[in-house]
């Protein structure tokens, strides 16, 4: 059985994921644009992994976007994405959260039509690369 690792930011919550992920969806429709403050949010999905606090878990607060299915964890200490459960039959891990290697590549983009204008200009092999912060 696989193993995954994750934690938050400030290092107050932490959790082991048993099992395997079953899609790694890259959404980019605005809700997500707008919790993640980037082009798009990553997730893995799981139906059948489960989800283990080792420690932190009453740092884990959760947000619904009213009239929706738009749900987000989080600590409530660094605001660090964490995994949600609010379906109970759906385990959502934000790939940033973990510690280890997710294997799974992302299955596919999600609501493209939504895409931030600027991401669809992006050239990545055009885009400056840098180690670190420049100077």
């Known amino acids: 059985m696989t193993i995954h690792r994750g934690s938050c930011l400030c290092g107050t919550v932490s959790f082991t994921v048993e099992g395997e992920f079953d899609s790694f969806y890259l959404c980019h429709c605005k809700h997500c644009q707008k919790d993640t403050g980037s082009a798009h949010a990553a997730n893995l ?5 489960q989800l283990i606090w080792l420690a932190g878990e009453d740092a884990v607060t959760s947000f619904t ?5 738009h749900s987000k964890s989080f600590c409530k200490h660094c ?16 790939a940033g959260s973990l510690d280890t290697e997710a294997k799974l590549m992302p299955t596919a983009h999600l609501f493209t039509a939504s895409s931030a204008n600027w991401e669809a200009k992006l050239k990545l092999s055009e885009v400056p690369k840098f180690k670190r912060l420049p100077k």
């Open 45 to 49: 999905f799981s139906q059948s992994a």
């Open 79 to 94: 605001g660090s994405a964490l995994p949600n459960t609010q379906n109970e039959r759906l385990l959502v891990v934000p």
């Open 65 to 69: 976007l009213p009239d929706s299915r």
